[in-house]
């Protein structure tokens, strides 16, 4: 029972009725008809082999015998045969031939196998070995059909002196190859049948591939699978392993335009496109992925054709679905525009910066959406201002803020340009009505040929041919124009575009705007600033100054500067930092400067003035704590420098801010280390000074920390770049500022930058004269003539009356009022200056004597004879001085 199954698949493999039957015959036939011939060749190879061995082996053993040693002696010798007899029939059976004769010159035998033999004539041919020749012959001898092989025996002088031949029966040969015979039949036999097994299972595979068909069948299911193959409407492709085309129907030809050869060619010659050839030739599966091919967008299938064990390549199938093109592209262009859009979003308005806002929407625009766009602004917007309404119809002047296409040479007004836009355009129109506007051919546009009939001719000459117009509008505020331009290779413009092109507006204006209310604030924080700030520095001879302001870009700060000419030829300098940006930095600066300027009147040392000061800052938050109900510390920093040019001294004291840099003459740097203090408005502790005396021509340094501070730079880094770039003593004060800068100043300016070079000078000690009064009146005649005397000497007669008057005033005052010892300075710089200090520290007070009063009028007379006067208090007493011009 278990064998009937294969009986059945046997009979049905070897049914000729069957394609699988008729080639299982045919497989057999041809592996019985190569067994066969291959027997065939193998007995007549063995019967010419036998042969060849007869003749080799008597070859060989003739040849052996005849030069064996001793054997021409032996020959020669009384009895040969009883010698060689023995000898030739052990070599004979050493040697496996039938005979081994050894023979005179006559022929007759002196050996032989069969003894009677000897003494007879031998029989074959022995004339060619007499004359030292060797024959080989197949003769029928005394023992049967044989080879033998004669071979002469040479003496010494090459005499032939006999002959030895060797023989053997072919017979003998051929029964070794006999015996393999049936060897050799029973692998052939084994090889039939295991090729007939072979064949078999060939046949069963062929079997189930072709269901048991005929041929006729067969030829009937090829015809109609190639006729509907051809007939369907969808394209199939075929391509082998090698990448060459196996087949192609109809519909496929039609749809990939292929050659009328394109079977058996490789896809990569048939001129297809790179994504096609990349689809056909893929051994991955591909499930209706959309491909264009020429006008045509085709639905692809691919499979491989190997992935179940059959034959490497792929089955490519092809449906045109062209009307999904109309579908697929109105999809394409929403996602273009949402991309621009998303894009427009990302690009406009990184920065608060008007004209730099509207150069982002018109390069957004001009890389998607359009071939040029400009962008055009009220001259109000540019300032941080709001245009005025215009009537309907009026003309408009808007300047031409950004243009960004595709060439550099555009007929279009460039940019920078104070365009005038007659009424009757769409520039004109939609600025004054808000309205967007939608040209679609230029060329029939009368109201916007009206503008410029030359230039607009030369745009239209240039190739564009469609404009939208959108104007720039946020929180009601009208602030300019956008225009978009295309040629006539892109086509006009759409109301889908009219869309796009007014979101893009919608999105910039609101960052236009912001920009403009940012750029009008900043202005005026700018404005407040400069005008809080010093407009040129005071005339004095204490120190060449130059200085360096720079506003940040983001919005001003608190930074601030200040030359201040004090009394006795002195000067202080001044340099602060408020914290935070904006207009109450900027004011809270103002504050501070009127009160150091105001503390600097008093002549209070620089630790006296900052404490001054810290209480401002206090004060003001305790007004702006009263104001929004809770603490709020205005905080700031300040440098406050007093520079004596006849001592060549300097005292300073620091609230929080960097230590200012001092540049000696020759050429070394330090930073001068002074008790740093706390901020002002901190309070707590006290401020102090620390004098430090300078030699001629010394630079002092005092700058903000956003010179030498910021994101990216740490401050010890920015003092050691600062010191490294002083480390020059050849510089004006001007160079030094312009050097400092070029180093220092960062990219991105986030802070204010203040910076104040002061180079130090000296009055001459011929300049300088002081001497002590006594406490008497007589004092004061003498201190008369020696002022007189002195002014002499400097070429100043015509000062001499109103100095002596002074002068006489003064030191009487010290001398009725004051306590001794009492000195007088005079000092001869721009001014004329005359000093008389005491060791009391009560101030005198001008007094308005009436007529009738004796006394009261001296200090009235020095106020009105010179320019100014004071006092000034030092720790030994106070200095009374009075200033006058020459």
Same mark, same amino acid.
């Given at each position: 029972?278990?064998?009937?199954?294969?009986?059945?698949?046997?009979?049905?493999?070897?049914?000729?009725?069957?394609?699988?039957?008729?080639?299982?015959?045919?497989?057999?036939?041809?592996?019985?008809?190569?067994?066969?011939?291959?027997?065939?060749?193998?007995?007549?190879? %063995?019967?010419?082999?036998?042969?060849?061995?007869?003749?080799?082996?008597?070859?060989?053993?003739?040849?052996?015998?005849? @030069?064996?040693?001793?054997?021409?002696?032996?020959?020669?010798?009384?009895?040969?045969?009883?010698?060689?007899?023995?000898?030739?029939?052990?070599?004979?059976?050493?040697?496996?031939?039938?005979?081994?004769?050894?023979?005179?010159?006559?022929?007759?035998?002196?050996?032989?196998?069969?003894?009677?033999?000897?003494?007879?004539?031998?029989?074959?041919?022995?004339?060619?070995?007499?004359?030292?020749?060797?024959?080989?012959?197949?003769?029928?001898?005394?023992?049967?059909?044989?080879?033998?092989?004669?071979?002469?025996?040479?003496?010494?002088?090459?005499?032939?002196?006999?002959?030895?031949?060797?023989?053997?029966?072919?017979?003998?040969?051929?029964?070794?190859?006999?015996?393999?015979?049936?060897?050799?039949?029973?692998?052939?036999?084994?090889?039939?049948?295991?090729?007939? !097994?072979?064949? !078999?299972?060939?046949?069963?595979?062929?079997?189930?591939?072709?269901?048991?068909?005929?041929?006729?069948?067969?030829?009937?299911?090829?015809? @109609?699978?190639?006729?509907?193959?051809?007939?369907?409407?969808?394209?199939?492709?075929?391509?082998?392993?090698?990448?060459?085309?196996?087949?192609?129907?109809?519909?496929?030809?039609?749809?990939?335009?292929?050659?009328?050869?394109?079977?058996?060619?490789?896809?990569?010659?048939?001129?297809?496109?790179?994504?096609?050839?990349?689809?056909?030739?893929?051994?991955?599966?591909?499930?209706?992925?959309?491909?264009?091919?020429?006008?045509?967008?085709?639905?692809?299938?691919?499979?491989?054709?190997?992935?179940?064990?059959?034959?490497?390549?792929?089955?490519?199938?092809?449906?045109?679905?062209?009307?999904?093109?109309?579908?697929?592209?109105?999809?394409?262009?929403?996602?273009?525009?949402?991309?621009?859009?998303?894009?427009?979003?990302? !690009?406009?308005?990184?920065?608060?910066?008007?004209?730099?806002?509207?150069?982002?929407?018109?390069?957004?625009?001009?890389?998607?959406?359009?071939?040029?766009?400009?962008?055009?602004?009220?001259?109000?917007?540019?300032?941080?201002?709001?245009?005025?309404?215009?009537?309907?119809?009026?003309?408009?002047?808007?300047?031409?803020?950004?243009?960004?296409?595709?060439?550099?040479?555009?007929?279009?007004?460039?940019?920078?340009?104070?365009?005038?836009?007659? /009424?009757?355009?769409?520039?004109?129109?939609?600025?004054?009505?808000?309205?967007?506007?939608?040209?679609?051919?230029?060329?029939?546009?009368?109201?916007?040929?009206?503008?410029?009939?030359?230039?607009?001719?030369?745009?239209?000459?240039?190739?564009?041919?469609?404009?939208?117009?959108?104007?720039?509008?946020?929180?009601?505020?009208?602030?300019?124009?956008?225009?978009?331009?295309?040629?006539?290779?892109?086509?006009?413009?759409?109301?889908?575009?009219?869309?796009?092109? =007014?979101?893009?507006?919608?999105?910039?204006?609101?960052?236009?705007?912001?920009?403009?209310?940012?750029?009008?604030? @900043?202005?005026?924080?700018?404005?407040?600033?400069?005008?809080?700030?010093?407009?040129?520095?005071?005339?004095? %001879?204490?120190?060449?100054?130059?200085?360096?302001?720079?506003?940040?870009?983001? /919005?001003?700060?608190?930074?601030?500067?200040?030359?201040?000419?004090?009394?006795?030829?002195?000067?202080?300098?001044?340099?602060?930092?408020?914290?935070?940006?904006?207009?109450?930095?900027?004011?809270?600066?103002?504050?501070?400067?009127?009160?150091?300027?105001?503390?600097?009147?008093?002549?209070?040392?620089?630790?006296?003035?900052?404490?001054?000061?810290?209480?401002?800052?206090?004060?003001?938050?305790?007004?702006?704590?009263?104001?929004?109900?809770?603490?709020?510390?205005?905080?700031?920093?300040?440098?406050?420098?007093?520079?004596?040019?006849?001592?060549?001294?300097? !005292?300073?004291?620091?609230? /929080?801010?960097?230590?200012?840099?001092?540049? @000696?003459?020759?050429?070394?740097?330090?930073?001068?280390?002074?008790?740093?203090?706390?901020?002002? /408005?901190?309070?707590?502790?006290?401020?102090?000074?620390?004098?430090?005396?300078?030699?001629?021509?010394?630079?002092?340094?005092?700058?903000?920390?956003?010179?030498?501070?910021?994101?990216?730079?740490?401050?010890?880094?920015?003092?050691?770049?600062?010191?490294?770039?002083?480390?020059?003593?050849?510089?004006?004060?001007?160079?030094?500022? =312009?050097?400092?800068?070029?180093?220092?100043?960062?990219?991105?300016?986030?802070?204010?930058?203040?910076?104040?070079?002061?180079?130090?000078?000296?009055?001459?000690?011929?300049?300088?004269?002081?001497?002590?009064?006594?406490?008497?009146?007589?004092?004061?005649?003498?201190?008369?003539?020696?002022?007189?005397?002195?002014?002499? =000497?400097?070429?100043?007669?015509?000062?001499?009356?109103?100095?002596?008057?002074?002068?006489?005033?003064?030191?009487?005052?010290?001398?009725?009022?004051?306590?001794?010892?009492?000195?007088?300075?005079?000092?001869?710089?721009?001014?004329?200056?005359?000093?008389?200090?005491?060791?009391?520290?009560?101030?005198?007070?001008?007094?308005?004597?009436?007529?009738?009063?004796?006394?009261?009028?001296?200090?009235?007379?020095?106020?009105?004879?010179?320019?100014?006067?004071?006092?000034?208090?030092?720790?030994?007493?106070?200095?009374?001085?009075?200033?006058?011009?020459?």
């Amino acid at each position: 029972m278990p064998r009937e199954p294969s009986v059945r698949r046997l009979r049905s493999v070897t049914s000729i009725r069957s394609v699988a039957g008729q080639m299982f015959l045919m497989q057999v036939f041809i592996v019985l008809l190569l067994v066969v011939a291959a027997v065939v060749a193998l007995l007549v190879q %063995s019967r010419s082999d036998r042969y060849a061995a007869a003749r080799d082996r008597s070859l060989a053993a003739a040849e052996a015998f005849a @030069h064996g040693p001793g054997l021409v002696a032996t020959m020669q010798g009384p009895d040969p045969s009883a010698v060689l007899q023995p000898l030739t029939e052990a070599a004979r059976k050493g040697a496996q031939v039938d005979f081994i004769v050894v023979a005179d010159r006559n022929g007759i035998r002196y050996t032989h196998p069969e003894p009677e033999q000897i003494g007879k004539k031998f029989v074959g041919t022995i004339d060619p070995s007499l004359h030292g020749l060797v024959t080989v012959e197949r003769v029928h001898g005394p023992l049967g059909p044989e080879y033998q092989v004669v071979v002469p025996v040479e003496d010494t002088h090459g005499g032939v002196v006999g002959i030895v031949s060797a023989g053997m029966k072919v017979a003998n040969v051929s029964s070794a190859i006999n015996r393999q015979l049936p060897v050799v039949l029973g692998a052939g036999a084994v090889a039939l049948g295991l090729a007939t !097994a072979g064949t !078999a299972l060939v046949g069963r595979r062929l079997l189930r591939q072709t269901r048991g068909l005929g041929p006729e069948e067969m030829t009937r299911m090829y015809e @109609h699978h190639d006729a509907v193959l051809h007939a369907v409407r969808e394209g199939v492709a075929i391509v082998g392993g090698d990448g060459r085309v196996l087949l192609a129907n109809d519909e496929a030809r039609r749809l990939l335009d292929l050659p009328p050869d394109a079977e058996g060619r490789a896809v990569t010659d048939l001129g297809l496109d790179p994504r096609t050839t990349e689809l056909l030739l893929s051994d991955s599966a591909v499930t209706d992925q959309v491909l264009p091919v020429g006008d045509r967008l085709l639905a692809v299938n691919n499979r491989p054709t190997g992935s179940g064990g059959g034959p490497p390549g792929s089955v490519t199938t092809l449906r045109d679905s062209t009307e999904l093109r109309a579908l697929a592209g109105k999809a394409e262009v929403a996602r273009g525009r949402l991309r621009l859009l998303y894009d427009a979003s990302m !690009a406009i308005g990184t920065t608060l910066d008007v004209q730099r806002t509207v150069k982002e929407l018109a390069d957004v625009a001009s890389r998607d959406f359009c071939d040029y766009a400009t962008v055009d602004l009220a001259e109000e917007v540019l300032r941080g201002e709001e245009p005025q309404p215009l009537a309907v119809g009026a003309g408009v002047e808007l300047r031409r803020v950004a243009l960004t296409g595709i060439r550099d040479d555009s007929p279009l007004y460039p940019e920078g340009k104070l365009v005038r836009w007659a /009424g009757t355009t769409p520039q004109a129109a939609g600025f004054v009505s808000g309205r967007s506007a939608l040209v679609p051919e230029l060329a029939t546009d009368v109201g916007w040929r009206t503008q410029d009939v030359e230039r607009t001719q030369a745009v239209l000459e240039f190739g564009l041919a469609s404009l939208i117009t959108v104007p720039l509008t946020a929180r009601g505020v009208l602030m300019g124009i956008a225009c978009f331009w295309r040629g006539r290779n892109r086509g006009p413009f759409e109301d889908e575009d009219l869309s796009v092109a =007014e979101e893009l507006a919608a999105r910039a204006a609101v960052s236009v705007d912001n920009a403009r209310r940012f750029t009008r604030e @900043h202005t005026m924080a700018v404005t407040l600033q400069h005008s809080l700030l010093p407009r040129a520095l005071p005339e004095q %001879s204490a120190v060449e100054v130059a200085y360096r302001y720079l506003p940040a870009q983001a /919005g001003v700060g608190g930074d601030w500067f200040d030359v201040i000419p004090l009394p006795g030829a002195r000067v202080a300098l001044v340099v602060g930092d408020v914290v935070g940006h904006g207009m109450h930095a900027a004011a809270t600066m103002g504050r501070l400067r009127t009160a150091v300027q105001n503390f600097s009147t008093l002549d209070l040392p620089p630790d006296e003035l900052l404490g001054h000061l810290d209480e401002l800052v206090a004060h003001i938050d305790q007004e702006a704590a009263a104001a929004v109900g809770e603490l709020s510390i205005t905080g700031a920093t300040c440098l406050y420098a007093i520079y004596d040019p006849t001592t060549a001294t300097c !005292a300073l004291a620091r609230a /929080g801010h960097p230590p200012p840099a001092l540049v @000696h003459p020759d050429g070394a740097v330090e930073l001068l280390v002074l008790p740093a203090g706390p901020p002002l /408005g901190v309070g707590g502790m006290p401020f102090e000074a620390t004098q430090v005396r300078l030699s001629p021509g010394s630079s002092l340094i005092l700058y903000t920390d956003g010179l030498v501070e910021d994101r990216t730079r740490d401050i010890g880094v920015g003092l050691d770049t600062l010191t490294a770039v002083l480390a020059r003593p050849d510089r004006s004060p001007q160079e030094v500022c =312009e050097a400092v800068l070029d180093v220092l100043l960062p990219d991105r300016q986030t802070d204010d930058i203040a910076l104040l070079v002061a180079r130090t000078r000296v009055l001459e000690p011929d300049r300088i004269a002081e001497w002590e009064v006594a406490s008497t009146p007589e004092a004061v005649a003498q201190a008369r003539a020696e002022a007189t005397r002195r002014l002499a =000497e400097w070429g100043l007669d015509e000062a001499a009356f109103v100095t002596e008057l002074v002068l006489s005033e003064l030191v009487t005052n010290a001398i009725r009022y004051g306590t001794g010892p009492i000195g007088v300075r005079l000092l001869y710089e721009r001014t004329l200056i005359c000093e008389v200090s005491d060791t009391s520290s009560t101030a005198p007070h001008l007094r308005y004597a009436v007529a009738e009063d004796e006394g009261g009028r001296g200090l009235f007379l020095v106020a009105q004879l010179t320019e100014r006067w004071g006092v000034r208090y030092t720790p030994e007493g106070k200095i009374i001085w009075a200033e006058q011009f020459l």
